[in-house]
């Protein structure tokens, strides 16, 4: 069975802070995909990342950088300087096999930045 | 990039009524989709996976006589939620697996709010 955990609930921080969501997962599958997605007001999922198993390397967009580590079955996700607009809930999720194949979603991090 | 509308946005129905959501993929075909529901405050769970053309798999829990699914064509799913009471009031959001560049990707539509009084 596969598992998602995002440990942090809520997370407050002021506008220009660095904000870091932790995403530990469990697999027995070689195979995976780990996601990431942000869930403004509105309620639509916005696809952040996308990463498979066997690519570990760090990846950095814009202000979004992500850190995944296969040893501590990790994939963090920060955001540098955050804005007012990056309040949402963000949700890490996992897929096995295929990219395409259904996700197991962590319970979310609900980030609140004040201006 | 690939579009999935999901209709309609939000509804509101009588306890005892019946709904529908419709899922449709506007520029792929998807042979498959999933269905997912989200309670307030809480994190999203799939519900069941919808093959074109055949029966939908239901995850464990979910009633299959209570959330209807019908795929029947590459570009469309439906959600029915029949006799629908109070505690089906949730955020029902579908997504569709696309065949792109040799591998698969799934999309998101953007979501139902159901509010059942």
């Known amino acids: 069975a596969q598992k998602v955990t995002q440990a942090q609930t809520e997370i407050s921080v002021v506008e220009k802070e660095d904000v870091t969501l932790d995403c530990v997962y469990e697999t027995r599958d070689t195979t995976y995909y780990l996601f990431w997605y942000k869930q403004p007001p509105s309620g639509e999922l916005v696809f952040l990342i996308r990463?498979?198993?066997?690519?570990?390397q760090n990846e950095i967009s814009g202000r979004y950088s992500w850190n995944f580590q296969k040893s501590t079955s990790s994939f963090n996700f920060t955001i540098t300087a955050s804005q007012v607009v990056d309040s949402a809930v963000y949700f890490c999720?996992?897929?096995?096999?295929?990219?395409?194949?259904?996700?197991?979603f962590g319970g979310g991090t609900r980030v609140l930045v004040k201006p | 990039g690939a579009v999935v509308s999901q209709h309609p946005s939000w509804v509101i129905c009588k306890s005892g009524t019946s709904v529908k959501i419709e899922c449709r993929s506007l520029d792929f075909q998807a042979t498959t989709m999933f269905w997912y529901r989200q309670f307030p405050k809480q994190s999203l769970m799939l519900m069941a996976t919808s093959n074109e053309g055949s029966k939908a798999t239901y995850e464990q829990g979910v009633e299959k006589d209570k959330f209807l699914i019908n795929h029947a064509s590459l570009t469309l799913s439906t959600l029915t939620v029949t006799s629908a009471h109070p505690e089906d009031s949730s955020f029902y959001i579908c997504?569709?697996?696309?065949?792109?560049?040799?591998?698969?990707?799934?999309?998101f539509g953007q979501g139902t709010r159901l509010t059942v009084v």
């Open positions: 997504s569709a697996r696309a065949l792109r560049t040799g591998r698969t990707e799934a999309f």
């Open positions: 990463r498979n198993s066997f690519d570990e």
């Open positions: 999720a996992l897929s096995k096999g295929a990219a395409g194949n259904k996700l197991t």
